[in-house]
């Protein structure tokens, strides 16, 4: 069956797929809801489709906002702890760090943190400021990631049928810092300028990428 939902406009944003809930924001929204039932039941066609993600799998923002229940809660707060614990150990002047960025002539190389949602270790990416754009991140990201056989956290946690392959698929990239809510539903760089602006503002940068 096909639920009906009462709640807010941000409500689609838990669905599991585009079209596979009935929404209702609002009272004037009861009768478009109505006409909307009655045409699923009287074609089949329509109706599978919106069932259709059972068969196919949910969407990837649907897996990506499930996906965290695979690290417990208890598990995220020592995380977040051990984060705030090191950035302060990190700002003390007897920490020894590695440069955030390389400059020779006109080339800079510049030193990035990512590690995967739901992990505590860093890993180390590189990118050069003739290539310094979100793709290329997204790019680096995953040769580096592939290149670890990396597993993501979910993998054990997941039904059969969504485990898919051993091809990493990445969903979001977001700083270190962000609440769930917010990385998921709320940022983006807006453009590859920001995204240069945060890099040049925030020396030897931390990211989180969502792996799907």
């Keep these: 069956t096909i639920p009906v939902v009462v709640g807010p406009p941000?409500?689609?944003?838990?669905?599991?797929?585009?079209?596979?809930?009935?929404?209702?924001?609002?009272?004037?929204?009861?009768?478009s809801v109505a006409k909307t039932m009655r045409y699923l039941a009287e074609n089949p066609e329509a109706y599978n489709q919106s069932l259709r993600w059972k068969y196919e799998g949910p969407s990837d923002s649907f897996k990506a906002l499930v996906d965290m229940a695979a690290v417990h809660s208890s598990c995220r707060l020592c995380i977040h702890l051990a984060t705030k614990s090191r950035e302060k150990e990190e700002k003390s002047p007897d920490f020894k760090k590695r440069p955030c960025k390389c400059t020779r002539g006109s080339k800079t190389v510049y030193h990035i943190y990512v590690r995967e949602r739901g992990?505590?270790?860093m890993e180390s990416i590189y990118l050069?400021?003739?290539?310094?754009?979100?793709?290329a991140f997204k790019s680096a990201v995953l040769?580096?990631?592939?290149?670890?056989?990396?597993?993501?956290?979910?993998?054990?946690?997941?039904?059969?049928?969504?485990?898919?392959?051993?091809?990493?698929?990445?969903?979001?990239i977001y700083p270190v810092g962000l609440t769930q809510r917010q990385a998921l539903?709320?940022?983006?760089?807006?453009?590859d300028a920001d995204f240069r602006g945060h890099l040049e503002s925030n020396p030897c940068a931390k990211f989180e990428v969502v792996f799907v």
């Design 185 to 191: 539903y709320t940022f983006r760089f807006d453009g």
């Design 128 to 135: 050069r400021s003739s290539n310094l754009t979100m793709e």
């Design 143 to 172: 040769k580096k990631f592939t290149s670890l056989n990396h597993v993501p956290v979910w993998k054990p946690e997941r039904p059969e049928m969504l485990k898919g392959g051993d091809e990493l698929k990445i969903y979001k």
């Design 119 to 121: 992990t505590f270790e």
């Design 10 to 31: 941000n409500i689609q944003d838990f669905a599991p797929y585009p079209g596979s809930v009935l929404h209702i924001k609002e009272l004037q929204d009861v009768e």
